[in-house]
């Protein structure tokens, strides 16, 4: 920031970071794949700085949204798998080649596109097969996969190195939830093989559903950031995940209101704080909860700082994170601004600075 004071930043513990994907990885049963799910920016925590530190605490193989997110890993980890998991663009897939990335395939005409590429690049290439067991978006609908699948299988010069479903309610659906397991687990072990990352489990399904043949990855992304996707806080205990990312400020001036004394907060919805915000939201000053009032403009917001009196321009405020014994977590905060904890980190825009303790 050119040596300019911090208005409002973001603080990422990459300690706490190595430490959850350590923890996560010896959780797992033996011969379990880590993988580490690094989309929009490593979810707002810095995702080049990240990586090494995901490499450390024993992440095997990097899901990203897009070619873009697989160049930018793919530039400083040169040696372990990318898997995209969204389609690639027609014009997108020569590069898959350049990147090493291992694509997400929803169809066999997609595949077959992938193969007639490797019949031009002279080699092959690993791809994965994407089932919709219930998500609703990408990947073979299950109900058309014993069609599918197979002539997938039959196609030459691409590998198929990997299968995976999404789900899409783990976090409050839990029977949903393991309605697609068994739709996903009866083709698993219809068409899969050893050989095959084959991978369902997300952040939430790790709480209530076990990782039985022929499973043997899991995607980590909300729990390695020291989120817990559930309310209740509760099933993770044993992990001892911390929370990474802390969203600070300072105060700006002090007024006398007039009903109470406030406090202008130099951070703004353009410095992702929603101007939509619940009755119940809060701010740490001086250890002290402090409640948000009136409209969030552009760079500042109020705050009535009777609980903290003698507040001062300059004090650091705390959007999310500890102070002084206290402390906002992540989730709260979400619920305050009427956000889920996936938009709150990743809406955090560039002009907030970022403060990497390592």
């Not at 959850?20 to 033996?30: F, T």
């Not at 930018?72 to 090493?100: C, G, H, N, T, W």
């Not at 909860?289 to 300059?314: H, M, N, Q, Y």
């Amino acid at each position: 920031m050119n040596g300019l004071p911090h208005r409002s930043w973001v603080e990422i513990d990459f300690c706490r970071l190595e430490n959850n994907v350590r923890n996560i990885k010896a959780s797992l049963p033996d011969g379990v794949k880590y993988v580490c799910v690094v989309k929009a920016d490593a979810y707002g925590h810095s995702m080049p700085q990240a990586l090494l530190r995901f490499v450390r605490g024993g992440a095997d193989v990097f899901a990203v949204a897009n070619l873009y997110e697989a160049s930018r890993v793919r530039e400083i980890i040169p040696d372990k798998p990318i898997l995209v998991l969204s389609p690639m663009l027609k014009q997108e897939r020569p590069l898959a080649f350049d990147y090493a990335a291992t694509p997400a395939v929803s169809s066999a005409d997609e595949a077959r596109a992938f193969a007639r590429l490797a019949d031009e690049r002279g080699r092959p290439l690993n791809v994965q097969i994407k089932i919709d067991t219930g998500m609703g978006r990408a990947g073979i609908w299950h109900e058309e996969a014993d069609r599918e699948i197979p002539k997938i299988l039959e196609i030459g010069g691409i590998k198929v190195s990997g299968m995976f479903s999404h789900f899409s309610s783990a976090d409050f659906d839990a029977e949903y939830t393991k309605r697609q397991a068994e739709i996903f687990l009866r083709l698993a072990r219809k068409y899969g093989s050893p050989e095959m990352l084959i991978h369902i489990h997300n952040s939430a399904a790790m709480r209530y559903l076990p990782i039985v043949p022929p499973l043997n990855a899991v995607r980590m992304g909300l729990i390695q950031y020291g989120i817990n996707p559930f309310p209740d806080n509760a099933g993770f205990d044993k992990l001892n995940i911390m929370p990474v990312l802390s969203f600070k400020s300072r105060v700006l001036a002090v007024s006398r209101g007039a009903r109470s004394p406030i406090a202008s907060v130099c951070a703004g919805y353009a410095d992702g704080v929603p101007s939509g915000y619940s009755k119940d939201a809060r701010v740490l000053i001086r250890g002290k909860l402090c409640p948000i009032i009136g409209p969030v403009g552009l760079d500042e917001f109020t705050v009535d700082i009777s609980s903290a009196p003698d507040a001062r321009a300059g004090d650091e405020v705390t959007l999310i994170g500890e102070q002084e014994g206290n402390s906002i977590s992540l989730p709260d905060y979400s619920r305050w601004t009427r956000r889920i904890p996936w938009e709150t980190m990743v809406a955090i825009p560039k002009r907030v600075a970022r403060v990497l303790k390592y």
